[in-house]
């Protein structure tokens, strides 16, 4: 999903911030491709409207990868990944050297010819043997290039607010496990707090609102996509779509347990969760880390859960963040930029000079250390990166152990392949109509989202 | 030398008021004199609700925590006021950087209107070339096409454009020169232009005056009424504009408040938030004050613009 | 043409066309036969003065509008060569199920702003007319929302129509008695949400406009039906409202071809949703060129921007009629 980069980026930006020279020890840096002459690239560095500090810090991580890498300028410009803006940045060629997008369009661009072929200059570097499979499938197009390099990965999870639950008789250890307990626990949140949403889903049209519906599909053991590229078939008609939009619909308009804000967005249902006004919602594993950071979440309210799965092949939808490099970039140019992706994405996960360097620079800033993610690398390099950062969390671990806990039996299911910002955003409509309308037909709606879906991906696929 | 129109009638107006169908007879009946009367004073209860209104919550909400504006939006102050919101609007969202860019960008607007409206005007009503008519009748042409049709093959021009091969994406230019084509102020001014006494054109012309000095000596200086009212459309619109900086300024550095703000919406605490908006509005409202005059004189034009 | 002849009216100003005429420099015919007497007579002044109009219209104005054109019957996407493709963006445009209801909702936009916001700023107006004192003050409140930004204007209305029971305009309509209502995120009550802000925050101008206008009615006829006895409500309706027709039609074409551009406020209000109840024209345009991360259909922007140009045509024609009459009261 789109907005998951600003999450996993602002993480960074954080890590970013109060790093200090003599914390850290640079190490790694020495190029695996050998010497090189001196090369200027550009990098993506911190949302719009990072703080004075993140930049100044950030500016010192630069200074210290510059000064490992003498023969390396690197230029910071700020960034920020939205559907609109990155077509035309793309059109325009204004992208910096090194930029992410989220796993949804990365093998597309690869295959467009929009991204560099990373393949060996990325297989130098140590960390890349230790890839988890299906998260570098995601920067693999179809040749088996490596096209961008995988550098934070989620799965969605459900977010609760414990003091909602205690406030309605809940227990906040147990959340719920089932989707009618979901239901059950939203209508006795409202009963105990009329002005809280029991449970809030994604309305915006911004394709979360089908990024949303997707994840309930595939939790429902339904998928609205099969297949692959230009022969890939939308199914939105599925029995797990309709069972999630039929679980929707009775929430909203028989149990009226969803509160009264129907165009959330990723940003502004954290937001909403941290005032205090959501009882549950879906969303990434990680999403703690931006209410502490621009929502100012009281900790004590926060709880973290698996999705509960229901029906054969139901699993948890995922995604993630890549980092990739212009096309037009020269060789030179795209050695430098892997040395860059190594040290500033790469390293925090798989060497403990980089995790060290990483967590240092959060606590500095009394950001959230310890949010879970899906590991990115093999499970030996994830359970290695924990145990370094272990004296640094910060965040409730109690209170997201159900989720830790429970997330490692749950299959993990992969964002439609196939144009997939596309079919978010032909779905949007359908959650819209389930929200917004109590007469809403459900299989109409999906029957004719299903054509606009397959239209889309008929488009997204043509030869151009 | 003849006074300016656009100053005269105006001035009267603000004056004497227009005319109006209540005569001082009517007025002296005393159904007239209350029922009018009840109905100005509702009026202005109305506008300053609606009109001014919004614009005070706005001041009340960037003085307000946001928990306080999430929960009693209309509530006044119950926690008391803060002024953290405008320190990190300020600090924060950087709000100086972005109305030091509007400004930027709405003065380089105004000085490539200004120049274009100016020479293009004076070469077609005062110097005359024969293809004089050809040139205005094709201005008159773009009048129909709307600068927002154009969206399209502007933006894939300022990205490539043809002969010169570099892309004026994240470049002022980008936004200063496609905002200089308007054919609404070369017709302003051409009309004012065409309007200057020509006895005193002649006068210079027999002096030995050339056509250089004739516009910077004789021309312009002639003209402040009609550059006024031009400076202040130019000035405006580009502060409004949102869509075309939108699309060719995506450099967050470079943007207008008007980009950046619905760019941070999002990410940004309600109260930060809301005190950016009203910075925002500070600059527009006391230039408005400013200008009263022009700006109202001038406001049936810019409804002409629009079309 | 239309706004040439709008200018003198708004200004008070008689029309310039006879002065025009009647100024003409003589002009020395055949000059430009041999290069030395054309520099010599100015001709290259003449250019030089031209060359800022002639460079800047020629690069954004006439060519894009070329470019439009060609683009519409191509397909492009800036990295491959263009190819011709007919009027094949036409018919992938009108066969889009999204064409319809984007029209629909434009027209839905342009006729509710007209029933909120075309009788509102002339009763305004004609009340202000007669207002003694403290008119500067009224004129003041009533344009003061135009001088918001539209883009901070309609971020601060998104605000106000929070549906939560304590959303601003909720808690006034509890104050009231009403329900908490879904405002923005409703189907049926999105559409009258955006057009609402956008007459507050548009009617200003029109209110200057009518203003403007009411200071040309004969002062003569008003005294002449008061000899005669006409009441109040009758100079109104038998002098103000004739006098005023012809800028009455002067706005409502303005109003209908601003409206049928409109932008900013389903962009930034809603995208477009819920389930594209606020889906414009102009958004689609949008979407089909910018609104896909992974690359641009530009040929159906332009073929879209291309019929929007001659829905315009029709109602610029209209106008400049419209004022051509006006022009001549």
Same mark, same amino acid.
């Given at each position: 999903?789109?907005?998951?980069?600003?999450?996993?980026?602002?993480?960074?930006?954080?890590?970013?911030?109060?790093?200090?020279?003599?914390?850290?020890?640079?190490?790694?840096?020495?190029?695996?491709?050998?010497?090189?002459?001196?090369?200027?690239?550009?990098?993506?560095?911190?949302?719009?409207?990072?703080?004075?500090?993140?930049?100044?810090?950030?500016?010192?991580?630069?200074?210290?990868?510059?000064?490992?890498?003498?023969?390396?300028?690197?230029?910071?410009?700020?960034?920020?990944?939205?559907?609109?803006?990155?077509?035309?940045?793309?059109?325009?060629?204004?992208?910096?050297?090194?930029?992410?997008?989220?796993?949804?369009?990365?093998?597309?661009?690869?295959?467009?010819?929009?991204?560099?072929?990373?393949?060996?200059?990325?297989?130098?570097?140590?960390?890349?043997?230790?890839?988890?499979?299906?998260?570098?499938?995601?920067?693999?197009?179809?040749?088996?290039?490596?096209?961008?390099?995988?550098?934070?990965?989620?799965?969605?999870?459900?977010?609760?607010?414990?003091?909602?639950?205690?406030?309605?008789?809940?227990?906040?250890?147990?959340?719920?496990?089932?989707?009618?307990?979901?239901?059950?626990?939203?209508?006795?949140?409202?009963?105990?707090?009329?002005?809280?949403?029991?449970?809030?889903?994604?309305?915006?049209?911004?394709?979360?609102?089908?990024?949303?519906?997707?994840?309930?599909?595939?939790?429902?053991?339904?998928?609205?996509?099969?297949?692959?590229?230009?022969?890939?078939?939308?199914?939105?008609?599925?029995?797990?779509?309709?069972?999630?939009?039929?679980?929707?619909?009775?929430?909203?308009?028989?149990?009226?347990?969803?509160?009264?804000?129907?165009?959330?967005?990723?940003?502004?249902?954290?937001?909403?969760?941290?005032?205090?006004?959501?009882?549950?919602?879906?969303?990434?594993?990680?999403?703690?880390?931006?209410?502490?950071?621009?929502?100012?979440?009281?900790?004590?309210?926060?709880?973290?859960?698996?999705?509960?799965?229901?029906?054969?092949?139901?699993?948890?939808?995922?995604?993630?963040?890549?980092?990739?490099?212009?096309?037009?970039?020269?060789?030179?140019?795209?050695?430098?930029?892997?040395?860059?992706?190594?040290?500033?994405?790469?390293?925090?996960?798989?060497?403990?000079?980089?995790?060290?360097?990483?967590?240092?620079?959060?606590?500095?800033?009394?950001?959230?250390?310890?949010?879970?993610?899906?590991?990115?690398?093999?499970?030996?390099?994830?359970?290695?990166?924990?145990?370094?950062?272990?004296?640094?969390?910060?965040?409730?671990?109690?209170?997201?152990?159900?989720?830790?806990?429970?997330?490692?039996?749950?299959?993990?299911?992969?964002?439609?392949?196939?144009?997939?910002?596309?079919?978010?955003?032909?779905?949007?409509?359908?959650?819209?109509?389930?929200?917004?309308?109590?007469?809403?037909?459900?299989?109409?709606?999906?029957?004719?989202?299903?054509?606009?879906?397959?239209?889309?991906?008929?488009?997204?696929?043509?030869?151009? | 030398?003849?006074?300016?129109?656009?100053?005269?009638?105006?001035?009267?107006?603000?004056?004497?008021?227009?005319?109006?169908?209540?005569?001082?007879?009517?007025?002296?009946?005393?159904?007239?004199?209350?029922?009018?009367?009840?109905?100005?004073?509702?009026?202005?209860?109305?506008?300053?609700?609606?009109?001014?209104?919004?614009?005070?919550?706005?001041?009340?909400?960037?003085?307000?925590?946001?928990?306080?504006?999430?929960?009693?939006?209309?509530?006044?102050?119950?926690?008391?006021?803060?002024?953290?919101?405008?320190?990190?609007?300020?600090?924060?969202?950087?709000?100086?950087?972005?109305?030091?860019?509007?400004?930027?960008?709405?003065?380089?607007?105004?000085?490539?209107?200004?120049?274009?409206?100016?020479?293009?005007?004076?070469?077609?009503?005062?110097?005359?070339?024969?293809?004089?008519?050809?040139?205005?009748?094709?201005?008159?042409?773009?009048?129909?096409?709307?600068?927002?049709?154009?969206?399209?093959?502007?933006?894939?021009?300022?990205?490539?454009?043809?002969?010169?091969?570099?892309? *004026?994406?994240?470049?002022?230019?980008?936004?200063?020169?496609?905002?200089?084509?308007?054919?609404?102020?070369?017709?302003?001014?051409?009309?004012?232009?065409?309007?200057?006494?020509?006895?005193?054109?002649?006068?210079?012309?027999?002096?030995?005056?050339?056509?250089?000095?004739?516009?910077?000596?004789?021309?312009?200086?002639?003209?402040?009424?009609?550059?006024?009212?031009?400076?202040?459309?130019?000035?405006?619109?580009?502060?409004?504009?949102?869509?075309?900086?939108?699309?060719?300024?995506?450099?967050?550095?470079?943007?207008?408040?008007?980009?950046?703000?619905?760019?941070?919406?999002? *990410?940004?605490?309600?109260?930060?938030?809301?005190?950016?908006?009203?910075?925002?509005?500070?600059?527009?409202?006391?230039? *408005?004050?400013?200008?009263?005059?022009?700006?109202?004189?001038?406001?049936?034009?810019?409804?002409?613009?629009?079309? | 043409?239309?706004?040439?002849?709008?200018?003198?009216?708004?200004?008070?100003?008689?029309?310039?066309?006879?002065?025009?005429?009647?100024?003409?420099?003589?002009?020395?015919?055949?000059?430009?036969?041999?290069?030395?007497?054309?520099?010599?007579?100015?001709?290259?002044?003449?250019?030089?003065?031209?060359?800022?109009?002639?460079?800047?219209?020629?690069?954004?104005?006439?060519?894009?509008?070329?470019?439009?054109?060609?683009?519409?019957?191509?397909?492009?996407?800036?990295?491959?060569?263009?190819?011709?493709?007919?009027?094949?963006?036409?018919?992938?445009?009108?066969?889009?199920?999204?064409?319809?209801?984007?029209?629909?909702?434009?027209?839905?936009?342009?006729?509710?702003?007209?029933?909120?916001?075309?009788?509102?700023?002339?009763?305004?107006?004609?009340?202000?007319?007669?207002?003694?004192?403290?008119?500067?003050?009224?004129?003041?409140?009533?344009?003061?929302? +135009?001088?918001?930004?539209?883009?901070?204007?309609?971020?601060?209305?998104?605000?106000?129509?929070?549906?939560?029971?304590?959303?601003?305009?909720?808690?006034?309509?509890?104050?009231?008695?009403?329900?908490?209502?879904?405002?923005?995120?409703?189907?049926?009550?999105?559409?009258?949400?955006?057009?609402?802000?956008?007459?507050?925050?548009?009617?200003?101008?029109?209110?200057?406009?009518?203003?403007?206008?009411? +200071?040309?009615?004969?002062?003569?006829?008003?005294?002449?039906?008061?000899?005669?006895?006409?009441?109040?409500?009758?100079?109104?309706?038998?002098?103000?409202?004739?006098?005023?027709?012809?800028?009455?039609?002067?706005?409502?074409?303005?109003?209908?071809?601003?409206?049928?551009?409109? !932008?900013?406020?389903?962009?930034? !209000?809603?995208?477009?949703?819920?389930?594209?109840?606020?889906?414009?024209?102009?958004?689609?345009?949008?979407?089909?060129?910018?609104?896909?991360?992974?690359?641009?259909?530009?040929?159906?922007?332009?073929?879209?921007? +291309?019929?929007?140009?001659?829905?315009?045509?029709?109602?610029?024609?209209?106008?400049?009629?419209?004022?051509?009459?006006?022009?001549?009261?």
């Amino acid at each position: 999903m789109k907005l998951r980069i600003r999450g996993n980026r602002s993480i960074r930006m954080l890590a970013a911030m109060g790093a200090t020279g003599s914390l850290v020890a640079v190490a790694g840096l020495t190029s695996p491709a050998g010497a090189t002459p001196t090369v200027s690239i550009s990098v993506a560095s911190l949302v719009p409207g990072a703080t004075a500090a993140a930049t100044a810090a950030f500016n010192k991580q630069v200074a210290q990868f510059e000064r490992a890498n003498p023969g390396i300028h690197v230029k910071s410009t700020q960034y920020d990944w939205t559907g609109p803006t990155f077509a035309a940045d793309l059109a325009a060629g204004t992208l910096p050297t090194v930029f992410t997008v989220p796993f949804t369009d990365g093998r597309a661009l690869g295959q467009a010819g929009q991204l560099a072929n990373l393949t060996k200059y990325a297989e130098q570097y140590p960390w890349f043997k230790e890839f988890n499979p299906a998260v570098i499938a995601e920067g693999t197009d179809a040749k088996g290039r490596i096209i961008a390099i995988p550098e934070a990965a989620y799965a969605q999870a459900l977010q609760y607010n414990r003091g909602l639950f205690v406030k309605a008789g809940l227990k906040p250890n147990s959340p719920p496990t089932t989707w009618a307990q979901v239901e059950s626990d939203a209508k006795a949140i409202v009963k105990a707090d009329p002005n809280a949403a029991g449970f809030a889903v994604m309305g915006a049209s911004d394709n979360t609102a089908g990024w949303i519906l997707t994840t309930l599909t595939d939790a429902f053991g339904g998928r609205v996509e099969t297949g692959v590229g230009a022969k890939a078939k939308a199914t939105f008609d599925n029995p797990g779509t309709v069972a999630a939009l039929n679980m929707i619909h009775t929430m909203r308009w028989v149990d009226n347990s969803m509160g009264s804000k129907f165009g959330l967005s990723w940003g502004t249902s954290n937001q909403a969760f941290a005032a205090g006004q959501v009882g549950m919602f879906i969303s990434g594993s990680d999403v703690y880390t931006n209410m502490v950071q621009a929502y100012d979440i009281n900790p004590g309210i926060y709880g973290l859960a698996p999705l509960p799965l229901q029906g054969k092949n139901a699993g948890v939808l995922g995604g993630g963040t890549l980092a990739a490099v212009k096309p037009t970039a020269s060789p030179n140019q795209i050695a430098a930029a892997l040395k860059w992706i190594n040290f500033y994405y790469m390293q925090p996960l798989s060497t403990r000079q980089g995790a060290i360097r990483n967590a240092n620079a959060l606590l500095a800033q009394k950001q959230p250390i310890g949010v879970p993610e899906f590991p990115v690398l093999n499970k030996q390099a994830f359970v290695l990166a924990q145990k370094w950062i272990k004296p640094f969390i910060n965040v409730p671990v109690k209170q997201m152990a159900s989720f830790t806990n429970g997330i490692l039996n749950d299959p993990l299911i992969p964002e439609p392949e196939s144009v997939t910002q596309a079919i978010y955003g032909d779905l949007d409509s359908v959650v819209q109509s389930v929200l917004t309308d109590p007469n809403a037909n459900i299989p109409a709606l999906l029957n004719a989202a299903n054509a606009t879906g397959q239209a889309s991906i008929a488009t997204g696929n043509a030869p151009s | 030398m003849r006074a300016w129109p656009i100053r005269r009638k105006p001035r009267k107006r603000d004056d004497a008021g227009p005319q109006s169908f209540v005569l001082s007879s009517d007025w002296r009946r005393p159904s007239v004199r209350w029922g009018l009367g009840t109905t100005h004073v509702v009026l202005l209860i109305l506008l300053i609700i609606i009109g001014l209104g919004p614009i005070l919550w706005l001041a009340k909400s960037a003085l307000t925590p946001t928990l306080d504006t999430i929960t009693s939006p209309m509530a006044w102050f119950p926690h008391g006021l803060t002024w953290s919101n405008l320190s990190s609007a300020w600090t924060n969202v950087d709000v100086g950087l972005y109305m030091r860019n509007t400004v930027v960008i709405a003065l380089g607007s105004w000085a490539f209107q200004i120049v274009v409206a100016t020479t293009g005007a004076y070469a077609l009503s005062v110097l005359r070339p024969k293809y004089g008519k050809v040139i205005m009748a094709l201005l008159l042409t773009t009048l129909f096409v709307p600068a927002v049709v154009l969206l399209v093959p502007l933006y894939v021009e300022v990205v490539h454009p043809p002969l010169i091969h570099t892309s *004026f994406v994240n470049n002022y230019l980008a936004v200063w020169l496609p905002e200089s084509a308007s054919a609404f102020n070369v017709v302003l001014m051409k009309r004012f232009f065409d309007n200057l006494p020509r006895e005193i054109l002649e006068a210079a012309r027999i002096d030995g005056c050339g056509p250089f000095r004739l516009f910077v000596s004789i021309v312009l200086p002639m003209s402040r009424p009609i550059l006024g009212v031009v400076s202040i459309f130019a000035v405006i619109a580009s502060w409004k504009d949102y869509l075309w900086p939108l699309l060719v300024l995506g450099n967050p550095n470079l943007q207008p408040l008007s980009v950046r703000l619905p760019n941070i919406e999002q *990410f940004t605490p309600l109260g930060v938030f809301l005190a950016a908006l009203a910075l925002t509005c500070v600059v527009p409202i006391v230039g *408005f004050l400013i200008f009263r005059r022009l700006i109202v004189r001038g406001s049936g034009l810019s409804g002409a613009l629009k079309g | 043409m239309a706004i040439d002849r709008m200018i003198p009216e708004l200004q008070g100003q008689e029309s310039g066309r006879a002065t025009q005429e009647a100024t003409r420099t003589p002009r020395v015919s055949g000059a430009r036969r041999r290069p030395a007497t054309w520099v010599k007579r100015g001709g290259l002044s003449k250019l030089l003065f031209l060359l800022p109009l002639l460079i800047v219209f020629g690069a954004f104005s006439w060519y894009p509008i070329v470019r439009l054109v060609m683009m519409a019957v191509q397909h492009t996407n800036l990295v491959q060569r263009a190819t011709w493709v007919g009027l094949s963006n036409f018919s992938l445009v009108i066969h889009d199920p999204l064409f319809p209801i984007a029209v629909k909702n434009t027209a839905i936009f342009a006729g509710l702003a007209l029933v909120f916001g075309y009788p509102v700023p002339l009763i305004v107006a004609v009340l202000m007319s007669e207002v003694r004192r403290l008119r500067g003050l009224y004129a003041v409140l009533a344009y003061l929302p +135009v001088v918001i930004p539209p883009v901070v204007a309609v971020l601060l209305w998104k605000t106000f129509y929070d549906a939560a029971p304590n959303g601003v305009f909720n808690t006034i309509l509890g104050w009231v008695g009403i329900g908490p209502q879904q405002w923005i995120q409703s189907q049926a009550q999105a559409m009258p949400s955006l057009v609402l802000e956008s007459t507050w925050a548009n009617a200003g101008s029109t209110i200057i406009i009518y203003l403007a206008a009411l +200071v040309g009615v004969n002062q003569e006829l008003y005294e002449a039906a008061a000899v005669d006895g006409a009441g109040l409500w009758k100079k109104v309706w038998h002098i103000t409202m004739p006098q005023l027709r012809a800028v009455l039609l002067v706005t409502l074409i303005l109003q209908i071809i601003g409206t049928a551009q409109v !932008f900013i406020e389903p962009y930034l !209000f809603t995208q477009g949703g819920p389930a594209n109840a606020t889906l414009t024209v102009m958004l689609l345009i949008y979407n089909y060129a910018f609104g896909n991360s992974l690359g641009a259909s530009y040929g159906k922007a332009a073929a879209l921007s +291309v019929m929007l140009v001659g829905f315009l045509a029709v109602f610029s024609l209209i106008y400049l009629r419209a004022t051509r009459t006006w022009s001549r009261q």
